[in-house]
């Protein structure tokens, strides 16, 4: 079974065909600056050079119908015809309280998920347009939502629900969601295996560290608690992104500055996070580059990054009676030796201990913690687009 997943942006259509039964990509790429000068799809088959089309691309059908073209092209083509694709899988940022699993895409998903366009303004249109897209080119092909917030709808009121006034709750649908799900969920499962232990039975703190990042409590196989919020601007300092802070600072900084909403939501979602401390970048090879040459900032950025990571460690440990794993995941969870050994060599008083030798590896899976240590600690890379995959794969 061939399985196209899809993952839409406002102006990015990122893309990969696996074959599902030797676990396989096939192609995959990705369509950036539609609807902008420049437009251009890159195009990748197994084993073969990249292709790179440069073309203005309308809209996202447009860049759609160049990807798969692309994917049965005589020459460099994937497959012979569109009919050896099964289904397709689509990334939707937000489900909202109305999904806690995958679904088939219907009339009323799509009713459901454009419901959701009110707390996901974002996220979700380009979401929908992408299927939309894919509906008028491939007919009828089923069609799967994996949603970055159904593995979070197991979260308990308790968590979910802020210490506002509960009508927000009632009347603007004001609560943690949580994002990045399907990575929580791909790792947790990869965890159990690794572990050897029973999905429904394991306890973890998972740890997704990119240029977004979150981190949360899983219990029984299931999230507890998670770090990002109402949006995914709440936790960890990220790339951009400030992550928790005294919500009072917000109207200072509006009334001192002069800043609409959309002004403020941009500083705090563009120009904050590693890149507002250090005034350098929000990549952390940059910030670790810096800081090597001396750049205090970068540093600074750095440290207050990883000890907020190991401050949410701390408190998601107290809201389990034991723990299996702590988790590694993503561009910096999976790559940044450093980040994990200075994470971990703050959880000592905890009997969690780095094996300095195992965790000097990058991208692979492995277990990064000594044979003494309280905790084993675990990386594993993230494959967001095989889990979707694999979701759609079940359903259809
Ligand atoms: P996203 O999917 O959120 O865009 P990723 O999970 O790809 O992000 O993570 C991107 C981040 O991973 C970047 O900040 C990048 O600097 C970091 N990263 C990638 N490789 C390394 C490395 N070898 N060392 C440190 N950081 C790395």
């Known amino acids: 079974m061939n399985i196209l997943v899809i993952n839409c942006g ?56 160049i990807v798969l073209d692309s994917l049965k092209h005589e020459d460099y083509g994937a497959v012979k015809s569109l009919d050896e694709i099964d289904a397709v899988g689509h990334r939707v940022v937000h489900g909202g309280e109305a999904f806690a699993e995958s679904v088939v895409i219907d009339e009323k998903v799509m009713q459901a998920i454009n419901d959701n366009v009110e707390i996901a303004p974002l996220h979700n249109p380009p979401n929908i347009i992408g299927i939309e897209a894919c509906k ?42 949580g994002f990045h799900g399907t990575s929580h969920q791909y790792i947790t499962e990869r965890a159990a295996e690794m572990l050897d232990k029973d999905l429904n039975e ?34 960890l300092a990220m790339g951009t992104r400030s992550g928790d802070l005294d919500p009072a600072i917000i109207p200072f900084i509006m009334d001192k500055e002069k800043l609409s909403t959309e002004e403020m939501n ?31 900032r970068a540093q600074l950025a750095l440290d207050i990054f990883e000890n907020r990571v190991r401050k949410y460690i701390g408190a998601y440990l107290t809201e389990m009676d034991h723990c299996d794993g702590i988790i590694f995941t993503a561009g910096v969870g999976e790559n940044s030796i450093t980040t994990r050994e ?8 905890l009997g969690v201990e780095i094996d300095k030798e195992k965790n000097n590896m990058r991208g692979k899976e492995a277990v990064v913690s000594t ?26």
Do not use: W
């Open 371 to 396: 044979d003494a240590s309280s905790i084993p600690v675990l990386v594993i890379p993230t494959n967001e687009e095989l889990k979707i995959a694999m979701e759609t794969a079940k359903l259809v």
């Open 202 to 235: 394991v306890n973890l703190i998972t740890c997704h560290l990119g240029n977004g990042s979150s981190i949360s409590a899983v219990k029984g196989g299931k999230c507890f608690d998670t770090s990002m919020g109402f949006t995914p601007l709440e936790g």
């Open 10 to 65: 406002s102006s990015s259509l990122k893309y990969q065909l696996i074959d599902m039964d030797k676990k396989e990509v096939l192609a995959k790429g990705l369509a950036e600056r539609i609807g902008i000068e420049g437009g251009r799809v890159k195009y990748e088959a197994a084993g073969k050079d990249e292709i790179v089309i440069e073309e203005m691309l309308a809209d996202h059908k447009a860049a759609l119908k």
């Open 266 to 296: 941009n500083v705090l979602n563009k120009k904050s996070g590693v890149l507002g401390v250090s005034g350098v970048s929000s990549d952390f090879r940059d910030l670790e580059e810096a800081a090597e040459k001396g750049n205090d």
């Open 342 to 349: 200075r994470v971990v060599d703050g959880l000592k008083s």
């Open 136 to 177: 008028e080119i491939m007919g009828d092909v089923p069609m799967v939502a994996v949603f970055d917030t159904a593995f979070h709808q197991s979260i308990p009121e308790l968590n979910y629900i802020y210490a506002l006034p509960y009508e927000y709750y009632e009347n603007y649908k004001v609560r943690r969601y």
